[in-house]
């Protein structure tokens, strides 16, 4: 199984499908030539019952440092609320050899590689969804998916290949999908537009994460 996850990273972080993708990261590794600059493979506990969907690595974060959901305000909610239900060892992601570790949570995201704008394309959701099905085919304890935001709420739907239709998005909504091995929960995601705007407030966030902690049986209702 852990062979299976490193030769997974591997080809990830190697991926170049996306033309648009590549020539964006090509671009970025040029202008900023600290930055990780390559697609960003998922981060966490290989025995995780949880994992945690995102939509995308954010240009200045995991982009810049290599591990998903690093250095940037989403990333500050979501370590820091893993971190109050005692999900993760320190209450922020700083880089890839921080020594972080997480407890029970797998974390990736829709699309591997930095999208201009923060809008990946349809076909980059679509060409890049495999890697999630084999992911979560290796991560064998998940019982319970938490989609962050509507793309990556219907990034899983389809990998089911569910219509999004079928089970609408809504904030800390719980799904059975049938004969999913997992439920499928939806939250707002902790991105500055939803934070700074009040669609997503910070009660909320946390009961988003402990709504999903307890359908993956990581904590008691
Ligand atoms: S978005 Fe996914 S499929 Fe597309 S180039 Fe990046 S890693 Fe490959």
């Not at 170049?16 to 030539?33: G, Q, S, T, V, Y």
């Not at 079928?166 to 999913?180: I, K």
Request: net charge neutral.
């Amino acid at each position: 199984m852990t062979q299976t996850r490193f030769s997974l990273e591997e080809r990830i972080v190697s991926c170049e499908a996306c033309p648009r993708l590549r020539d964006f990261l090509e671009e970025c590794r040029e202008k900023h030539p600290t930055y990780w600059g390559r697609p960003v493979h998922g981060f966490g506990d290989p025995e995780a019952s949880l994992y945690i969907l995102g939509l995308a690595p954010g240009y200045h974060g995991a982009n810049r440092w290599g591990r998903v959901f690093t250095g940037d305000d989403s990333g500050r909610w979501l370590y820091g609320a893993l971190h109050e239900l005692g999900l993760a060892s320190a209450p922020r992601s700083e880089h890839r050899e921080d020594g972080l570790q997480l407890s029970g949570v797998w974390i990736g995201n829709a699309v591997r590689c930095v999208p201009p704008g923060n809008r990946p394309l349809g076909t980059e959701l679509d060409q890049c969804r495999p890697y999630l099905t084999e992911e979560l085919a290796a991560l064998r304890n998940v019982r319970a998916v938490l989609c962050l935001g509507h793309l990556s709420h219907q990034t899983y739907l389809k990998h089911r290949g569910h219509r999004p239709s079928e089970f609408p998005f809504s904030h800390t909504a719980v799904h059975e999908l049938p004969g999913a091995p997992h439920r499928l929960i939806a939250s707002y995601h902790p991105s500055r537009q939803n934070t700074n705007t009040g669609r997503l407030t910070r009660d909320m966030w946390i009961h988003a994460i402990r709504t999903a902690a307890e359908q993956a049986g990581l904590q008691s209702p």
